[in-house]
Structures are given as structure tokens and as C-alpha cells.
């Protein structure tokens, strides 16, 4: 049987071009609009939110694949680049999304292939089944830059 999840924010325009916005899982903060649009810089932006979603959406999942694969993450940390497409009518979209993790695996003394394999496998689950990743009409890329790690590298001295 199918379940179902609402999640909610809240929105309240500040005058100009400013908006405060409440999560529902409780932070909260102002927002513009890009300051290519007449908004304010070293803000939240609708723009920088659809990307954040979809970076950390998937990196969640990635966290949860690499339980599921056995793998013992050491470090992760993703850039994320959307491109936006301007139609001559002033229309816009996000045509493809770009995450490039930076993955620290241990590899435990396996065959670094056998290791790199699951770590793919983990990255292909991560987008598979991220919720935002699904539900975005742009296309998905992921270009990770994976380092395996021996065991001996991991102790001081």
C-alpha cells in the first residue's frame, strides 16, 4: 500500500525584493531573488534551493547506499552546479544539474576495482532513489572523483 508525506514551508514577502521563509522542520531565513533579477546577494534563492535540494537529497541517499554496500565512508563533500536555460520569451529551466562528489572510501584491504564497483553501485542507488532527483524535469549528472584508502594510510605516525 502507498504511503504518503506532506511537508510544508511558509513564505511572507518582506516588501522589494525580499521573502522571509519558515521551514516546517523549523529554520527559517530571508530570501531574494538572484541578484541578476533584482534581488539581493548573500541570500537564499529559489535558484540556490532547487540545487541544494537536489545536492543534499542525494548526498542523504549516498549516506544510506554506502550502509547498504558496506562501505566505510570517510569523507564526502559535493559541488553542485545548475544550469539555467533563458528562453527568448523570458521563460526559464533548469536544463541539467551537475554534482561532483569528492568520495574518501577505506577500502579494507579489498581489490581497489572490487571497492571502486561498490561505490558506483552506491552512487547509482543514491540517485535512484532520492525523492528531489525524482522529481525534477532537468537532467541529473553526477561526475564523482573517488580516493580508496588503504587501511595502514588511516593511522598516525
Given at each position: 500500500m502507498?504511503?504518503t508525506?506532506?511537508?510544508?514551508?511558509?513564505v511572507?514577502?518582506k516588501?522589494a525584493?525580499?521573502?522571509?521563509?519558515?521551514m516546517?522542520?523549523?529554520?527559517?531565513?530571508?530570501?531574494?531573488?538572484?541578484?541578476?533579477a533584482?534581488?539581493h546577494?548573500?541570500?537564499?534563492?529559489?535558484?540556490?534551493?532547487f540545487?541544494?535540494a537536489?545536492n543534499?537529497?542525494?548526498?542523504?541517499?549516498?549516506?544510506?547506499?554506502c550502509?547498504?554496500?558496506?562501505?566505510?565512508?570517510l569523507?564526502?563533500?559535493c559541488?553542485?552546479?545548475g544550469?539555467?536555460?533563458?528562453e527568448l520569451?523570458?521563460t526559464e529551466?533548469?536544463t541539467?544539474?551537475v554534482?561532483?562528489p569528492?568520495?574518501r572510501v577505506c577500502?579494507?584491504?579489498e581489490?581497489p576495482?572490487i571497492?571502486?564497483?561498490?561505490?558506483r553501485?552506491a552512487?547509482?542507488?543514491?540517485?535512484?532513489?532520492s525523492?528531489?532527483?525524482?522529481s525534477i524535469?532537468s537532467?541529473?549528472?553526477?561526475?564523482?572523483?573517488?580516493?580508496?584508502?588503504?587501511?595502514?594510510?588511516?593511522i598516525?605516525?
Amino acid at each position: 500500500m502507498s504511503q504518503t508525506a506532506v511537508y510544508h514551508t511558509t513564505v511572507s514577502w518582506k516588501g522589494a525584493h525580499w521573502g522571509h521563509v519558515v521551514m516546517g522542520n523549523g529554520p527559517e531565513m530571508p530570501f531574494s531573488a538572484p541578484p541578476d533579477a533584482k534581488g539581493h546577494p548573500g541570500v537564499l534563492t529559489p535558484e540556490d534551493a532547487f540545487v541544494a535540494a537536489i545536492n543534499t537529497c542525494v548526498m542523504m541517499m549516498f549516506l544510506w547506499a554506502c550502509e547498504r554496500y558496506k562501505l566505510d565512508l570517510l569523507s564526502y563533500d559535493c559541488r553542485a552546479e545548475g544550469t539555467k536555460l533563458i528562453e527568448l520569451d523570458r521563460t526559464e529551466i533548469f536544463t541539467d544539474v551537475v554534482l561532483r562528489p569528492r568520495i574518501r572510501v577505506c577500502a579494507g584491504g579489498e581489490r581497489p576495482e572490487i571497492v571502486q564497483a561498490r561505490v558506483r553501485k552506491a552512487l547509482q542507488s543514491a540517485q535512484k532513489y532520492s525523492l528531489v532527483a525524482n522529481s525534477i524535469k532537468s537532467k541529473l549528472h553526477i561526475e564523482p572523483d573517488v580516493e580508496l584508502v588503504d587501511e595502514r594510510e588511516l593511522i598516525p605516525g
